[in-house]
């Protein structure tokens, strides 16, 4: 999080990809089991937690609401609920570190909290929209004070009751829709959400198997105040975001040929599968389950030429965080690929099409930006320098990069890689990758 040493990486080509291995626990789920298994009722146990800085940024808030969570093993917590009003406030700024999802789905939780609270975050966080949160949130009755243009600290006022909206959303983001749900757990009323295009459905699956009503279907959520929150037990799939960067590499690297286990497929994740397939890449989908009521299945993965496509945009929300490392696939395919519609990558950990643009034509490539995504023109790349910006999953897709590179990648800045996949240089070398860290 703020504040820790500068990492970086040298990365090169290593071995071809093989073996079989686990990914860790999935980002998004593993905000979310922390924050109604604290709302709960009794006690709550979550297995596969994320070991990572954002999901643990949650936790560490949620103890500091009152919430008892212990962590009995890795990967596990045993959560004491509080009830859906037993938050306390507490003293000083809330820290999100780095975590988007924390600080947006907390911003309509806390808004129906009896107390004030602030939240901030790391500079990467500092310099992230809030308004698309703060916005509808306050048409529910909240008094949110952010710095100015929207951006965060967010001071939270206690507001005397909020008012269920229906919110027609006009960007695709699952957590501007989590917010206001969360949100509308505390309102009088019908809150309902409609999003231009579906996201991840994970808050209204979790709100459900708590035992909270609520209706859903792709693309809408509606939901009424007044319930309460049911302890449940949370199987966290591993985070197909993490399965991608083995996904595009194995592609990439010939003679590869990886499994990663029991990766969660909510399709509103999975977008990246069919646009990697109509690219060439020869991935097949074994064993399919459930976990946690979510589907799983092994992914395996063989090297296979990748040329370009353009891609289709009903897909680019169904694989929003998978742009960067896409746009390597792009690079190292025969041909061009197009990427519109994609202008919410410019707001994420990074702006994301800067990042891999300008990193990319360092390694050699041709990139032509737009506004809303880019044209990559694929070819051979070539070692040099990249800066990721502190962006872990910019970090991650330069290091995939670099399986393909005749010559060394120096990446810079990667030391947030931790939040959403630590351990990352440890398996990646695991299953072939040449990468080591360096200190800055
Ligand atoms: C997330 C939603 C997405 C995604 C982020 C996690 C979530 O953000 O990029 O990594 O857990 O709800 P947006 O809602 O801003 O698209």
């Not at 570190?97 to 500092?126: H, I, K, P, W, Y």
């Not at 979510?294 to 169904?318: F, K, M, S, Y």
């Not at 099409?353 to 070539?382: C, K, Y």
Request: charged share 20%; aromatic share 4%.
């Amino acid at each position: 999080m703020s504040g820790e040493a500068r990492l970086d990486w040298r990365a090169r080509g290593g071995a071809p990809l093989r073996g079989e291995l686990r990914v860790p626990g999935d980002k998004s789920v593993s905000h979310r089991a922390v924050m109604l298994a604290s709302l709960a009722d009794g006690v709550s146990r979550i297995e596969g937690f994320l070991e990572g800085q954002d999901a643990r940024a949650t936790e560490a808030i949620f103890r500091r609401l009152g919430v008892r969570i212990e962590a009995p093993a890795e990967g596990v917590r045993i959560v004491r609920g509080v009830g859906i009003d037993g938050l306390r406030a507490a003293p000083g700024a809330l820290d999100c570190g780095n975590a988007g999802t924390a600080m947006r789905l907390l911003a309509g939780l806390l808004s129906g909290q009896a107390f004030e609270s602030e939240l901030c975050g790391d500079v990467s966080l500092s310099k992230r929209p809030m308004g698309r949160v703060i916005e509808p949130l306050a048409r529910m009755g909240a008094h949110i004070h952010s710095a100015g243009g929207g951006l965060p600290p967010l001071r939270i006022h206690p507001s005397n009751e909020l008012q269920a909206i229906e919110f027609t959303a006009d960007i695709a983001s699952a957590q501007v829709k989590s917010a206001i749900l969360l949100a509308g757990l505390y309102a009088q009323g019908e809150t309902v959400v409609h999003e231009p295009q579906p996201t991840r459905d994970y808050t209204e699956r979790m709100l459900a198997a708590f035992g909270w009503p609520i209706e859903f279907a792709p693309g809408h959520a509606r939901l009424r105040g007044g319930h309460r929150l049911h302890a449940a037990d949370v199987a966290v799939p591993a985070d197909f975001s993490s399965a991608a960067f083995f996904l595009v590499a194995a592609s990439l690297v010939p003679g590869s040929d990886l499994v990663l286990r029991r990766v969660g497929m909510n399709p509103r994740r999975t977008g990246l599968l069919p646009v990697l397939r109509a690219m060439g890449a020869d991935i097949a989908e074994e064993n399919p389950g459930e976990q946690g009521g979510e589907p799983v299945a092994d992914l395996r993965v063989r090297h296979a030429p990748l040329h370009g496509i353009e891609v289709p945009r009903a897909h680019v929300a169904d694989m929003i965080d998978e742009f960067p490392v896409l746009f390597v696939a792009a690079a190292l395919a025969e041909g061009s690929t197009r990427v519109q519609g994609a202008a919410e990558l410019r707001v994420k950990e990074s702006d994301r099409i800067a990042a891999m643009a300008t990193g990319l034509r360092a390694l050699g490539a041709r990139v032509d930006e737009t506004p809303d995504g880019a044209v990559i023109h694929g070819g051979a790349l070539q070692g040099g320098s990249v800066d990721s910006l502190g962006d872990h999953r910019v970090a991650m897709a330069f290091a995939v990069a670099a399986q393909r590179v005749a010559g060394e990648v120096r990446i810079g800045d990667v030391a947030n890689v931790a939040t959403s996949f630590p351990g990352f240089e440890a398996l990646a070398g695991e299953a072939g990758f040449g990468l080591a860290a360096t200190p800055a």
